[in-house]
C-alpha cells in the first residue's frame, strides 16, 4: 500500500516540472504560429503516458484526407492525452475545462475549442471554429456522446455539433468532408483484462471528482487503451446530420466492442449488424 502513493508522488513530480519547462516554449510556438505548437503538444502526451504507465495500442491508421472531423466515443479525461499521443489534433471540451487548474491552462495551450452549453448560440460558434481548423489542415476531434460513459458501452451521438462538416464545406469551398469514426477502449489493468466491474476505474463520469480520480490513476497505472480508426465516411451538403450520427455511431460502438472483446471486426460485425435500423439497441455483454 505504501508503494502506490510513491508512485503517484514520483509521477506528480516528474509531469509537473515537464509543463513547468515546456509551457513557455508552447507559448512562443502558437504566438510565432509556428507548426511546433502541434507538435509539442504530441511529444507530451507521449511522455505523459509514458510516466503514467498507459500503453497506447493503435489500430488502422488516421485518414489522410481534408478536411477531417473525428467522431469518437468519450469514457474518461484520459481520452483526450491517449489520442493526443497518436498523432496532433484539435479537441472540443466543456467550458469548464478552460477553469480548471493546471489543466485548463494546458488545455488552451492546445488550442482547445471549448463549448459552452448553457449558450444558445455556442453550437453555431464552436462549428464555425472547428471548421476553420480543419480547413487549415488540422483533424478535429469531437466526443460525440457529449458527455462520458463508464466505458462499457457507446452512448447515442448528438447531432448538433456535427452541423461542423457543413460548415466546413460552406467555408472551404469543396464538395465534402471526411468523417472518421474512432474508438477509444480500455483493455487491461495490470496485464489483466477488464471486465465491466473494472472499467468504471479507468472511466470518469457521472459525478466523480477530478481530483480523486486524476489521484488514483496515478497511483495505480498500468493501464492498456486501444485506439482504433475506422472507415472514413464522407459528409456534403446534403447529408442527413441524423443518418451521419446514427452511422458514426453505430461504427465507434462496433470498433469499442471488437477492442474490448479482442476480437477482429468480422466476429462482432454480426453482433452488431442487428441494431442498424436504431443503433441505440442493447450491445453485447462484455
Known amino acids: 500500500m ?32 509556428s507548426p511546433l505548437a502541434q507538435r509539442l503538444p504530441l511529444r507530451f502526451h507521449r511522455f505523459a503516458m509514458a510516466v503514467v504507465g498507459v500503453r497506447v495500442k493503435v489500430v488502422g491508421e488516421l485518414s489522410s484526407d481534408r478536411p477531417l472531423l473525428i467522431a469518437a466515443n ?20 466543456k467550458s469548464e475545462i478552460a477553469e480548471w487548474p493546471i489543466f ?14 448553457a449558450r444558445r448560440t455556442a453550437t453555431a460558434e464552436v462549428n464555425t471554429e472547428m471548421a476553420t481548423r480543419m480547413i487549415a489542415g488540422s483533424p478535429v476531434v469531437l466526443f460525440a456522446e457529449g458527455t462520458s460513459s463508464d466505458g462499457n458501452r457507446v452512448l447515442p451521438f448528438r447531432t448538433s455539433l456535427l452541423g461542423a462538416a457543413r460548415a466546413a464545406i460552406a467555408a472551404s469551398g469543396g464538395d465534402s468532408v471526411a468523417v472518421q469514426p474512432v474508438s477509444v477502449a480500455y483493455t487491461h489493468r495490470n496485464g489483466l483484462p477488464l471486465g465491466r466491474l473494472g472499467r468504471p476505474f479507468v472511466a470518469w463520469y457521472g459525478d466523480m471528482t477530478f481530483g480523486r480520480h486524476l489521484w488514483s490513476i496515478l497511483r495505480d497505472g498500468a493501464i492498456d487503451a ?21 452511422e458514426a455511431e453505430r461504427e465507434v460502438r462496433r470498433l469499442t466492442t471488437n477492442a474490448l472483446l479482442g476480437r477482429p471486426p468480422e466476429d462482432v460485425a454480426a453482433q452488431i ?3 442498424e435500423g436504431s443503433p441505440h439497441q442493447a450491445e453485447p455483454a462484455l
Open 2 to 33: 505504501v508503494r502506490r502513493p510513491f508512485r503517484a508522488v514520483v509521477s506528480a513530480l516528474t509531469l509537473i516540472p515537464a509543463v513547468l519547462v515546456l509551457a513557455p516554449f508552447q507559448l512562443l510556438f502558437l504566438r510565432l504560429n
Open 226 to 246: 486501444t485506439v482504433t480508426f475506422g472507415e472514413t465516411m464522407r459528409a456534403d451538403a446534403a447529408t442527413d446530420r441524423k443518418r451521419l450520427a446514427a
Open 74 to 93: 468519450h469514457a474518461s479525461w484520459l481520452d483526450i492525452p491517449v489520442l493526443g499521443s497518436v498523432c496532433p489534433m484539435s479537441f472540443v471540451a
Open 104 to 117: 485548463g491552462r494546458l488545455a488552451k495551450m492546445q488550442r482547445t475549442i471549448f463549448v459552452d452549453r
Open 273 to 275: 449488424a442487428g441494431s
